[in-house]
């Protein structure tokens, strides 16, 4: 057993050695402490009670966004609220008692107001209550030297004077969520007051509109009351926005968009791609927000069938029925399979195998080529371009013209829409491509879904002369969009000739004698506008519908058809674009077109882009007068 | 001498084991749980919530833990040593993997309702563990440099995972209980001055790999002046709230950097502060020496024991519990750079609780147990 004995030997002399080292920090953690707490206890004591330096951060104000004008669309504005210090209030209760004579609160709310009063860490003040009027706040403070332990504090809140009309498209700021923090290790986020961009261009830009935290350092003196600022360091407010919107042409859509139950409405200037507005109906009052919304308030907003909180124009998708078709025409065009004399024969249906496809006009439109096919929107002509085409080459070009795509506009929650190819049905559904939806799918039916603000580019791209813009909020979204002229977007290479018969089919659908928005004509002189109608199915019409004619009369309004219209303005220089979706509006002639007419009427009026076209055009007209 | 001069008993009965009992270090437990809960009611503003009942409650059923601990033979110990620690090395790979998955720095496992850091409990496994293979070691063969790989391995794996966490306190703890560990089980000492020299050599390397917050803790304990109102704002804060207690203290519930909130984690890694502004001098003089009764009360277990396990276990736990102290209330004082280890008994957590007690409960059980027989290998004969 000598080997245990050897080291158990070992073991004692070693431990001791380890035992006195720990005796000797053990003395130097106490020399240290006699250093600090007793030789220069008085000196450390001095600073405890004197120079007590506390630091607090400050919210920068955020920064404002205003129209292409100029004028204010999100603001901030001060607001006063009442506040209260457990630690300054001797008696608590007296305090709000007394606040409660003068201030009228509910019951609950001084109750919650207590529990976190008492809950809280000392000196955190809880606020009672924001957004306190003049006459509340004078009220306060007269009483003030009654109530101890209450704090005035004036704040920046941000307020949308607009409302609704903008409320899709600002979106609003609110109280920050556990996720944010996480996020994003910014200190302003901690602050209890901060607001954080949750929808819209408020949470797109916030870290922009946001600034820097500045920071005071405050002297505080035994108790905790803050003497003086030491130094202060008032952080960076945040950067101003300029947005592409027209507030008077936005508030116009919105109001003429506001006779519908559900709706939407874009304009696009078609050679830079800025948004001129953009309007969703029905809207919502971002307001109750900034403070965090109450729960009733919220379910309503959530659970109304109307989708109040979607912006329809970026995220409602809808089949684009007959607005479809330039893009079918372009296809076929492309491929060189057809010319713009190319004539078809509509009897009223195509037969492909046993499946009829019917058109919408029952007797047919005889023998017809390409600009009075779009014009009086022959169903058949299209079907037999999309069966020439084929769904894959039809997919490419309507992706090129941005169905299925996301352009990146500066709002969150953009949808694709959808541009069904035989792989993607492969994908989805495990079935096999059939032909029969080849053709539904070149006149913008079955799978194909597009957003009003796709239609819109859609639109823009054909009239620009085949350029690629993309929509954006803010100037310096896309490089491509600082150039006025437009020519930086890259072309689409379309064929010259094929595109003019495209958009003479355009002109003739609107100025033409047959055309089907012959009655939504602009009736300003000498500026004439381009469109197309379309009416897309929410429901297939039944065998039986069709043959007693059932499928004409008045539906519920959840299984009328949609009604959409695009249009572009003036036609030699095409500079505006409009589209309209109109959720269950009937039919895109009569309910659709009508209000993208009144929409372009006011935006040439306003003439947002400045081309001076209105102006030139009734100066023309006198001359002549 | 011969070898079985005394009639050793293999089994002890209950009655036995509690006579045994080391009862001083058992009655140290709920006198500095009283400390703690007392800073805790502080560090709350004076109230209960949220901290100190809590505080309370662990530590009631921690002692009952580490009674059991101490009640058990040490050969079960003995014998699950090795699965105890491989055990925590699993938590800890577990919560490196759970915090790349949550792309941020975890200490924690999240077992539903119970949240636990298992690099405290690592601690006690590894001293466990560490005692476990010395045992079974000659003094000979410890001088051979292959019988040191294993237990390098044994303490490098563990630091290098706490590392990534990243939790530099506990990977410096980890090395260093290890390496006393190592000393006190006979390595030469030439192979601690070159293991020395290495760590010199690669600090360089070390401190690349280090991250920002971790860098800044670092040259703000060298010069804590550097950014006052930054990082360097804490130790400013905490050496304030020292001298500010004077010799006496200002009284319970008194200390204005604590109850204002100018002190950082009062109720943690702060709360020796907090303690000393508020007893002074004499009560923070008070309490280390309540550690270090405890921690030579461990000590002495250790060398009466008769057997190597229960010697290297009961020093190894020793100095794991000085370390702790020490580091605290250095980082607290100023001594060392900020890096997160809380004092045992007295700072709110869990874990930490629950380590504490746990190698108490060891030291206990050796102490129990020192007359034991315990073979160096499964079917030696006794030693």
Redesign the interface.
């Known amino acids: 057993m000598r080997p245990d004995l050897d080291r158990a030997k070992l073991f004692t002399r070693r431990a001791v050695v380890v035992g006195a080292a720990q005796l000797a920090a053990f003395g130097a953690l106490v020399v240290r402490l006699w250093q600090l707490q007793v030789r220069d206890g008085a000196r450390y004591a001095e600073l405890a009670r004197d120079n007590r330096v506390a630091i607090r951060f400050l919210a920068p104000p955020r920064g404002r966004i205003f129209d292409r004008r100029g004028r204010p669309l999100a603001v901030n504005v001060p607001t006063y609220r009442v506040r209260l210090v457990r630690e300054r209030a001797p008696d608590l209760d007296t305090t709000l008692a007394r606040l409660a004579r003068i201030l009228p609160l509910p019951p609950r709310r001084l109750a919650e107001v207590r529990r976190q009063a008492l809950a809280r860490r000392p000196f955190v003040p809880v606020t009672i209550r924001d957004d306190l009027s003049w006459e509340e706040l004078a009220r306060i403070a007269v009483h003030l030297p009654e109530l101890p332990g209450l704090l005035l504090e004036s704040a920046l809140l941000r307020d949308y004077p607009h409302g609704p009309v903008l409320a899709h498209i600002l979106g609003y700021v609110g109280p920050v969520a556990k996720e944010d923090l996480r996020r994003d290790p910014d200190p302003l986020l901690r602050l209890p007051e901060f607001r954080i961009g949750k929808t819209g261009l408020e949470r797109t830009y916030d870290r922009r509109l946001r600034g820097r935290a500045g920071r005071v350092e405050v002297e505080v003196n035994a108790v905790g009351r803050e003497i003086r600022a030491i130094s202060r360091d008032e952080g960076e407010a945040g950067e101003d926005l300029e947005i592409s919107l027209d507030l008077e042409l936005q508030r116009f859509c919105f109001d003429r968009l506001a006779r519908e139950r559900a709706a939407a409405a874009v304009v696009l200037d078609a050679v830079t791609g800025a948004v001129l507005a953009s309007a969703s109906i029905p809207g919502y009052d971002p307001r109750p927000f900034t403070n965090g919304i109450d729960a009733r308030t919220w379910r309503q907003l959530v659970g109304n069938p109307l989708h109040p909180l979607v912006d329809k124009c970026i995220q409602g998708q809808y089949p684009p029925g007959s607005t479809f078709k330039m893009v079918t025409a372009i296809a076929a065009l492309e491929a060189g399979l057809v010319s713009p004399g190319y004539e078809v024969f509509c009897p009223g249906y195509l037969d492909l195998g046993n499946t009829r496809f019917h058109c919408w006009k029952r007797g047919g439109h005889g023998r017809i080529a390409l600009v009075q096919a779009l014009a009086q929107s022959c169903d058949v002509y299209f079907y037999d371009l999309a069966r020439r085409v084929g769904i894959d080459a039809l997919a490419a070009t309507a992706r090129r013209f941005g169905i299925g795509e996301r352009f990146g506009v500066d709002l969150p929650g953009e949808r694709s829409g959808l541009m069904p190819t035989r792989a993607w049905k492969r994908r989805r559904f495990g079935r096999p491509w059939q032909k029969g939806e080849t053709l539904i799918a070149g006149i913008g039916q079955g799978f194909v879904l597009a957003t009003p603000l796709q239609l819109a580019v859609m639109t823009a791209r054909l009239c620009n002369g085949g350029r690629a813009v993309r929509p954006w909020f803010v100037r310096d979204r896309f490089p491509e969009a600082a150039d006025p002229t437009g020519r930086s977007w890259p072309s689409l290479e379309l064929p010259r000739a094929g595109l003019e018969a495209v958009l003479r089919g355009m002109y003739e659908t609107v100025n033409g004698r047959l055309g089907t928005a012959r009655a939504s004509r602009l009736d300003l002189p000498g500026i004439a506008m381009a469109g197309k109608t379309g009416t897309s199915q929410v429901r297939r019409i039944t065998r039986k519908e069709r043959l007693t004619g059932a499928y004409r009369e008045e539906k519920p309004w959840e299984e009328r058809d949609h009604a959409l219209f695009v249009c572009y303005a003036p036609f030699e220089a095409p500079r505006y674009v409009v589209a309209v979706v109109v959720e269950h509006g009937g039919s895109g002639a009569r309910t659709a077109a009508p209000i993208a007419r009144d929409i372009m009427r006011r935006t040439l009026e306003i003439d947002p882009a400045e081309t001076g076209v209105l102006t030139a055009a009734l100066a023309r007209g006198k001359d002549r007068g | 001498?011969t070898?079985h001069a005394r009639i050793r008993p293999l089994r002890l009965d209950l009655g036995e084991k509690l006579r045994a009992l080391n009862w001083a270090l058992v009655l140290l437990v709920p006198i500095l749980g009283l400390v703690g809960y007392l800073v805790l009611y502080s560090a709350a503003?004076g109230a209960h919530a949220p901290w100190a009942w809590r505080h309370a409650v662990r530590l009631a059923v921690g002692t009952l833990v580490m009674l059991a601990v101490a009640l058990t033979d040490v050969r079960l110990v003995y014998r699950f040593a090795y699965p105890v620690f491989a055990l925590c090395l699993l938590a800890l790979m577990a919560v490196d993997i759970a915090g790349t998955l949550s792309k941020?720095a975890q200490r924690w496992l999240d077992l539903g309702p119970v949240r636990l850091q298992p690099s405290e409990v690592t601690k006690v496994a590894l001293v466990l563990a560490l005692a476990r293979y010395f045992h079974g070691l000659?003094?000979?063969e410890?001088g051979r440099p292959s019988a040191l790989l294993a237990p390098l391995g044994m303490i490098g794996l563990p630091a290098v995972l706490v590392l990534g966490q990243p939790d530099l306190g506990t990977a410096v703890m980890l090395v260093a209980v290890g390496g006393?560990v190592l000393?006190?089980?006979?390595v030469r000492i030439w192979k601690f001055l070159l293991a020395g020299a290495a760590v010199a050599a690669a600090l360089p390397v070390i401190w690349a790999n280090l991250r920002d917050y971790q860098r800044e803790r670092v040259l703000t304990f060298l010069d804590p002046e550097r950014d006052p109102?930054g990082a360097g704002?804490h130790i400013l804060q905490s050496?304030?709230?020292?001298?500010?207690?004077?010799?006496w203290g200002r009284g319970l519930l008194g200390g204005?950097?604590a109850?204002?909130?100018?002190l950082p984690e009062k109720q943690t890694d702060f709360a020796f502060a907090l303690l000393?502004e508020e007893t002074?001098?004499v009560g923070?003089?008070l309490l280390?020496s309540l550690?270090?009764t405890m921690?030579?009360i461990a000590?002495a277990v250790?060398?009466r024991c008769e057997h190597?396990f229960g010697?290297?276990l009961a020093?190894g736990l020793?100095?794991n519990l000085?370390l702790y102290?020490?580091i605290n209330?250095?980082m607290v004082?100023?001594?060392l750079p900020v890096v997160g280890v809380p004092l045992p008994f007295v700072s709110y957590g869990g874990t930490a609780m629950f380590a504490s007690l746990l190698g108490l409960g060891l030291v206990l059980c050796v102490d129990v147990h020192r007359r034991v027989p315990l073979p160096r290998h499964p079917g030696d004969p006794p030693?």
């Not at chain 2, 000393?183 to 006979?186: E, I, M, S, T, Y």
């Open positions: 001498m070898p503003g941020g000659r003094i000979e410890v006393t000393f006190l089980a006979g109102l704002y050496y304030i709230a020292l001298g500010s207690g004077g010799v204005t950097q109850q204002l909130d100018f000393a002074g001098f923070a003089v280390l550690y270090a921690v030579f000590f250790a060398l190597h010697r290297l020093a020793a100095v000085a102290v020490t209330v250095g004082a100023g001594l030693a």
